[in-house]
């Protein structure tokens, strides 16, 4: 492949045959809002916008979880720890099954417990040549020993890495999913105390929204050019609350000076294009909120960027005259 920056423009049918798998896990957090994800992505078109792509779209259905008012809350320390552990060895299944026959997936959660699931499975089939990227403002890296809200979806990415309550870090198998030196967050900006210390105590690769804010995308890109010369597999934990609400309303923890527009797209495009991404979670969309579904069009062009490919108003404005010609040779 021809490597410049006119790589970064081409819009070459993608390769691999593509699955999207629903995971229905609302109860990660306090707030409810965000298992309607699925349905609203399949309502506004992701098959048909993945096939313009130029790949099958195999849609694998919903993981399903039960929601606040019927799960049973049980240690306040780890909140619905139940019922978040059996919805995550489901994906894990799922997940694993699809990888095995050679296909890419998109997760949709769900908050961000959606990536225990898919995380675990992965790893079944890729083993620890596997890579991370977390793109989220929060890094979700405490333990029940340092919660400061008992709430499972702030504690995701230690379990992934083998920290914290024995039941989360053993879906599927017991211990790390992703080892230390393979993981990388970008876009991190409200974080506890406690979590500071553990990503550096641990030297954990991170990419601010301070350092993208100083730096620019260079920064990011040096990372992710680091995390790709280690391993062969790349997984994407996505929590849009990345995104500035002026562009991704949708989330119920509003970022008030998120990434932009131009910012997460870009990043999404280095990723798509330099990297060998194997899946890629969407989690922490509540579409209730969503304004013209503007956020519900950005997701889908930033999940086109991480595919290697591209989707927007110029792409939408090409299949108009794609589909005269159709008719018009028919
Ligand atoms: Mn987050």
Not at 73 to 86: Q, S
Not at 108 to 125: E, K, P, R, Y
Not at 183 to 203: A, F, N, P, S, T
């Amino acid at each position: 492949m021809t490597r410049d920056s006119l790589n970064f423009l081409e819009r070459k049918d993608l390769k691999e045959e593509l699955a999207i798998l629903g995971v229905l896990v609302d109860i990660g957090k306090d707030g409810s809002g965000t298992a309607g994800s699925p349905g609203y992505f399949r309502k506004l078109g992701i098959v048909d916008i993945l096939e313009s792509l130029g790949t099958k779209v195999n849609d694998l259905g919903d993981v399903s979880c039960p929601s606040h008012a019927k799960a049973e809350i049980g240690d306040k320390k780890v909140k619905y720890l139940n019922d978040i552990c059996l919805a995550a060895e489901h994906t894990a299944e799922k997940i694993a099954g699809v990888l095995k026959n050679k296909s890419r997936v998109i997760t949709l959660g769900g908050d961000h417990a959606t990536s225990l699931g898919t995380i675990s499975g992965a790893h079944a089939v890729f083993g620890d040549d596997l890579g991370l990227i977390w793109i989220d403002a929060h890094s979700d890296i405490n333990t029940f020993k340092t919660t400061p809200t008992g709430n499972i979806h702030g504690q995701v990415s230690a379990a992934t890495l083998g920290m914290g309550h024995p039941r989360l870090t053993s879906i599927f198998k017991k211990g790390a999913k992703i080892k230390k030196e393979n993981i990388l967050y970008i876009g991190l900006k409200d974080i506890d105390q406690e979590e500071v210390d553990v990503l550096r105590e641990k030297k954990l690769a991170c990419v601010t929204s301070f350092d993208i804010l100083r730096r620019g995308l260079f920064s990011a890109e040096k990372a992710i050019d680091q995390l790709r010369s280690r391993v062969k597999n790349i997984w994407i934990s996505f929590d849009v609350d990345v995104i500035d609400e002026e562009y991704l309303p949708a989330t119920l923890m509003p970022n008030s000076s998120g990434l932009d527009k131009r910012e997460i797209k870009a990043l999404a495009k280095y990723i798509g294009k330099t990297c060998p991404v194997r899946g890629i979670d969407v989690v922490e969309f509540a579409p209730q909120k969503d304004i013209n579904k503007k956020s519900g069009q950005l997701v889908m062009e930033i999940i086109a960027g991480f595919l290697g490919s591209e989707y927007g108003d110029y792409t939408k404005y090409l299949g108009k005259y794609k589909k005269m010609s159709e008719k018009s040779f028919s």
